[in-house]
């Protein structure tokens, strides 16, 4: 079991920034890739970016050029840097790890954008 904890949302105004971090902990298992989701109220839940265990990035069109994903293996982290926010960005997002047939999520951590 893998437990997820993320920090770092929080109230921005549009043309900021903010960086989340998601810290694993536990052991016996092994992470094929983690991500970032998100969900704004009254939407699904949706992709924001995923990073592999050879850190290979992928990012949904509506943050590309704008948000980081990147990890450091040294401390099970991985972080979203967020640049140029705009209140589209505004959701709760939630970082998520994935492996063989598994996947967990953590709490989730506010990000709103004012305008």
């Known amino acids: 079991q893998v437990q997820l904890v993320e920090s770092g949302g929080g109230l921005v105004q549009a043309g900021g920034s903010l960086r989340l971090s998601c810290a694993a902990s536990?052991?016996?298992?092994?992470?094929?890739?983690m991500g970032w989701y998100r969900q704004a109220p009254g939407k699904q839940r949706e992709l924001v970016a995923t990073i592999s265990s050879t850190s290979s990035t992928n990012y949904a069109d509506s943050v590309k050029g704008r948000f980081t994903i990147s990890r450091d293996n040294a401390k099970n982290t991985v972080y979203l840097q967020m640049n140029s926010l705009k209140p589209e960005d505004t959701a709760v997002y939630y970082c998520?790890?994935?492996?063989?047939?598994?996947?967990?999520w953590g709490q989730g951590t506010q990000v709103t954008v004012s305008s």
């Open positions: 998520s790890a994935h492996g063989l047939g598994w996947v967990n």
């Open positions: 536990g052991s016996g298992f092994s992470i094929n890739y």
